[in-house]
């Protein structure tokens, strides 16, 4: 009896093991392999410093997107080299992808949960949809910055065997009023929230963004003199051939936008 069970344990243990997902994030190693070679004559080393995986909604469960930053060198000059793509979810195959890369600074440093997929139906033209790609600074950024950004989404269009981006947008900012952004005594600040929504067609036949700004003003005065009522902004982004950009509005909000992308301005 001991026999058998020591060879079946042994039979065991020779069975290749099956893809773990990686806790929290949706993926599996064989998608990490997947992504690690999609240049299979330079497989991209370097541990996950983040990752994310979803099913692709109009693919009906026959393809899953996936992000992952590799960590290369030491701080303070690491850097992470990311790959977005689109897979074919029996057999990995890549079916559209980008690679990026990122360098260590004061404000850019990729940790948990710094890169998530927004599966969002962002419908930007008749048969095209965009997949989004929120990126979160994980650094401790400055001690008393004069205005801040975070949240940077960028929305990428399938294009041959590549993904395009078109549109780019912190979706969280700050600035300050008086004094600095929270350290500061009697300081005074505003902040912004963003949400994007599908408008209608635009000349381009690609459909507008319809971007909705609530501004916020806050404070750490003892006796705050100002409203706190929150405002509102309606912003248009329309698609010129190359990406999307703003038509004119009332709100004046610098935006540093985008860490994984150079967008058109």
């Avoid at 971007?211 to 405002?231: E, H, M």
Wanted: aromatic content about 6%.
């Amino acid at each position: 009896m001991k026999v058998i069970v020591a060879l079946l344990l042994s039979l065991l243990a020779s069975l290749p093991a099956p893809a773990q997902p990686r806790e929290a994030s949706g993926c599996s190693t064989d998608i990490e392999a997947a992504l690690r070679e999609l240049n299979p004559k330079q497989p991209t080393p370097g541990n996950v410093a983040d990752a994310n995986c979803k099913p692709w909604p109009p693919s009906g469960g026959k393809v899953i997107a996936a992000v992952m930053a590799f960590e290369q060198g030491e701080a303070p000059e690491r850097r992470w080299v990311g790959v977005l793509a689109l897979l074919d979810t029996k057999t990995l195959k890549p079916l559209n992808s980008r690679r990026f890369e990122l360098a260590e600074d004061a404000t850019t440093r990729v940790g948990e949960h710094s890169l998530r997929l927004d599966t969002a139906n962002y419908a930007v033209a008749p048969g095209v949809r965009a997949l989004g790609l929120r990126y979160s600074d994980s650094g401790p950024g400055p001690s008393a910055a004069d205005e801040s950004h975070s949240d940077e989404l960028t929305l990428f269009v399938p294009e041959g065997r590549g993904l395009r981006p078109v549109f780019g947008m912190s979706m969280e900012r700050a600035r300050a009023v008086e004094g600095c952004l929270g350290s500061c005594p009697n300081a005074v600040w505003d902040t912004a929230s963003f949400t994007v929504a599908i408008g209608p067609p635009g000349p381009k036949g690609w459909n507008d963004l319809r971007v909705t700004a609530t501004v916020t003003r806050d404070g750490n005065v003892q006796t705050p003199n100002f409203d706190t009522t929150p405002r509102r902004y309606h912003l248009v982004y329309r698609y010129d051939g190359t990406g999307y950009r703003q038509e004119a509005s009332q709100l004046d909000w610098t935006d540093f936008c985008c860490t994984i992308a150079s967008m058109p301005r």
